[in-house]
Antibody, heavy 117, light 107 residues
């Protein structure tokens, strides 16, 4: 069975850091780019960051550039998102997604991040 | 960044109707466009990629068309399971961007 499962979300104070993880199963993880997409509850989707199959390329949305770091460990079939200097506007459900070319054919169930004092 | 604009934002329709959602890009993206369906509390589901290619397992009543800056998603005969929110997404270049969504409601 093919799946992605995110973890690491929670309540965090503004200015603090949090790391999200995504575990993958059922496909050859290191054949694919991986991405993070977020969604403020009740609002639309926002692509956050992506990483190539061998970590050779990475991209970030302007809104998180310089604060978030994407990484992956192909030996552990895992994707990560290190989030620093968190702001209230980073509050969202964060989805891990498997990328093909640039679209997303497999999504996790999401992990909720709330930035609040 | 490339801006994606969907219309309408909300669409009221009945079972059996044919509906069309439009997505416009702020610059040409060739056919690097995907469509997703999302239901409340669930992750998005890929429907269409490369503007008109149907993802495996997606019913054939869904179709996509367009190139350059204008794209459409058509549902040929609405079924009860189709009432959801639909998003377009461009993947021509980083940063990938989504449209704001079209909520399809039961009339």
């Amino acid at each position: 069975e093919v799946w992605l499962v995110e973890s690491g979300g929670g309540l965090v104070q503004p200015g603090r850091s949090l790391t999200l993880s995504c575990a993958a199963s059922g496909f050859t993880f290191d054949d694919y780019a991986m991405h993070w997409v977020r969604q403020v509850p009740g609002k639309g989707l926002e692509w956050v960051s992506g990483i190539g199959w061998n970590s050779g390329s990475m991209g970030y949305a302007d809104s998180v550039q310089g604060r978030f770091i994407i990484s992956r460990d192909n030996a552990k079939n895992s994707l990560y998102l290190d989030m620093h200097s968190l702001r209230a506007e980073d509050t969202a459900v964060y989805y891990c997604a498997k990328g093909i070319v640039g679209y997303f054919d497999l999504w996790g169930q999401g992990t909720r991040v709330t930035v609040s004092s | 960044d490339i801006q994606m604009t969907q219309s309408p934002s909300t669409l009221s329709a009945s079972v059996g109707d044919r509906v069309t959602v439009t997505c416009r890009a702020s610059q040409s993206i060739s056919t690097w466009l995907a469509w997703y369906q999302q239901k409340p509390g669930k992750a998005p589901r890929l429907l269409i990629y490369k503007a008109s290619s149907l993802e495996s397992g997606v019913p054939s009543r869904f179709s996509g068309s367009g190139s350059g800056t204008e794209f459409t998603l058509t549902i040929s005969s609405l079924q009860p399971d189709d009432f959801a929110t639909y998003y377009c997404q461009q993947y021509n270049s980083y940063a990938y961007t989504f449209g704001q969504g079209t909520k399809l409601e039961i009339k």
